[in-house]
């Protein structure tokens, strides 16, 4: 700690300005730079469970795969007796 005061206690006025901007300086480069570095090294993972929406544009009118007569049709009937 004495050290560090009789470093500061020997720097000029300009010298000390300079040094504590540098400082800072370096202070938000290390803070940009960590930031950077936990993007590039992150990554999205998808949770279990939840839940799935799926939207069309139409009306459904048969949701029997029989009769089903448009796409909004067949992409119903696809979904639910999928696991059929």
Do not use: W
């Amino acid at each position: 700690m004495d050290l560090i005061r009789n470093f500061l206690h020997v720097l000029t006025k300009k010298e000390l300005r300079v040094f504590l901007y540098a400082c800072a300086a370096i202070a938000v480069a290390i803070v940009l730079r960590s930031g950077i570095g936990i993007q590039e090294h992150s990554s999205f993972v998808p949770v279990k469970g939840g839940e799935l929406r799926e939207g069309m544009v139409g009306q459904p009118i048969f949701v029997n795969p029989v009769f089903s007569e448009n796409q909004v049709d067949q992409d119903i009937s696809a979904l639910v007796f999928s696991p059929l």
